[in-house]
């Protein structure tokens, strides 16, 4: 059912799915037959994903509400942007993040419950930020990133955790 290449993995209903390390595609796995179907993207290569801005890549997967949600960004400087899957036709856009085209924009979706982030270095203040969205009430919080962190593992209510570089434990910090 799982590749070797697997990356990111989400229950959703009586599906599992999955994103590879490419993030270039995304699968739907049936529970009951345990068949594995493409769903969105498509496979590329590496020479196809450097040499063009119309590659899509797609991260971030969680549940919401029993509805399947994740990130898609592009090659080319596009906003990241939440998706709401619809299984019969177009996805829906629920929230695009507001990063200028200069930021430098890392690890995009780390989600928990309702809850998906962003976090980017702002070149006009010169300071890493990280944003997270809730779908469930469409508001979304800004904050300063403490330290040098800019890359984040993931978010339980209000705390977002992290691995410290020089360190073997798991560290935190409310954005409440």
Request: aromatic fraction near 16%; include cysteine.
């Amino acid at each position: 059912m799982l590749d070797d290449d697997t990356d990111e993995v989400c229950f959703c209903g009586n599906s599992l799915f999955i994103s590879r390390y490419s993030w270039t595609a995304l699968y739907e796995v049936n529970l009951s037959n345990h068949k594995k179907k493409r769903i969105r993207g498509k496979e590329t290569n590496i020479k196809e994903v450097e040499n063009t801005d119309a590659v899509k890549y797609y991260q971030g997967l969680m549940e919401v509400d029993n509805e399947f949600y994740y990130v898609r960004r592009h090659n080319g400087g596009k906003r990241p942007a939440v998706y709401q899957y619809c299984k019969g036709g177009k996805d829906k856009k629920i929230y695009e993040f507001e990063i200028s085209p200069g930021h430098d924009y890392d690890e995009i979706p780390v989600c928990d419950s309702s809850k998906i982030a962003c976090s980017y270095y702002d070149n006009d203040i010169e300071d890493k930020r990280l944003m997270i969205y809730d779908i469930n009430t469409g508001k979304l919080k800004i904050i300063d990133l403490p330290g040098d962190r800019f890359n984040y593992d993931f978010i339980i209510e209000n705390l977002v955790f992290y691995w410290k570089e020089d360190s073997d434990y798991i560290s935190c910090f409310s954005y409440e």
